[in-house]
T-cell receptor, first 109, second 112 residues
Framework: GEDVEQSLFLSVREGDSSVINCTYTDSSSTYLYWYKQEPGAGLQLLTYIFSNMDMKQDQRLTVLLNKKDKHLSLRIADTQTGDSAIYFCAEMRDYKLSFGAGTTVTVRA | EPEVTQTPSHQVTQMGQEVILRCVPISNHLYFYWYRQILGQKVEFLVSFYNNEISEKSEIFDDQFSVERPDGSNFTLKIRSTKLEDSAMYFC??????????FGPGTRLTVL
């Protein structure tokens, strides 16, 4: 397909791990990004990875990349209520970003 | 930590009026962007800007839109004659040397 695809909703219990999945489109070398958007706020860059990497870890965040399947995931360890937000996957094509529709993550107590 | 700033946070205008949305990108960045997000839809690329000229623009970026870097810090998006369908969140972004793209908090444009 030509679009960046994400599942739309994820509900997770506080303290559990969240895994947000994304499929992207470009088979060439590219950068892939995860952004967080809280209600009424802008897009906060969480992390990004170059497509020659398999994994990147940054504190509670782990990005896994399966280049063969063009599959990207974001794992949030020990999910907190402050992690409730919309998470966007984005792919860089010709130095501009193409976004997925966003995954709404709801953290329940 | 440096950040992209945008003003105003919310702009309400009448259809047919001109609006100017303002952005201050991160100071050592060279590539600047405008994106928009219509309510409930994906974030869409509008235009990229480098070395005082447009690098690329999308189909959305028609003759009603223009961008400018009037001085060393500001980056503006002008919509000459707003339409109802221009109502959206408009995000400015700047790209760093390692291809990280930082977004501003957005301007919510409401066209009545």
């Amino acid at each position: 397909g030509e679009d960046v695809e994400q599942s739309l909703f994820l509900s997770v219990r506080e303290g559990d791990s969240s895994v947000i999945n994304c499929t992207y489109t470009d088979s060439s070398s590219t950068y892939l990004y995860w952004y967080k958007q809280e209600p009424g706020a802008g897009l906060q860059l969480l992390t990004y990875i170059f497509s020659n990497m398999d994994m990147k870890q940054d504190q509670r965040l782990t990005v896994l990349l399966n280049k063969k399947d063009k599959h990207l995931s974001l794992r949030i360890a020990d999910t907190q209520t402050g992690d409730s937000a919309i998470y966007f996957c984005a792919e860089m094509r010709d130095y501009k970003l193409s976004f997925g529709a966003g995954t709404t993550v709801t953290v329940r107590a | 930590e440096p950040e992209v700033t945008q003003t105003p946070s919310h702009q309400v205008t009448q259809m047919g009026q001109e609006v100017i949305l303002r952005c201050v990108p991160i100071s050592n960045h060279l590539y600047f962007y405008w994106y928009r997000q219509i309510l409930g839809q994906k974030v869409e690329f509008l235009v990229s800007f480098y070395n005082n000229e447009i690098s690329e623009k999308s189909e959305i970026f028609d003759d009603q839109f223009s961008v400018e870097r009037p001085d060393g810090s500001n980056f503006t998006l002008k919509i000459r004659s707003t339409k109802l369908e221009d109502s959206a969140m408009y995000f400015c972004a700047s790209r760093g040397p390692r291809n990280e793209q930082f977004f501003g908090p957005g301007t919510r444009l409401t066209v009545l």
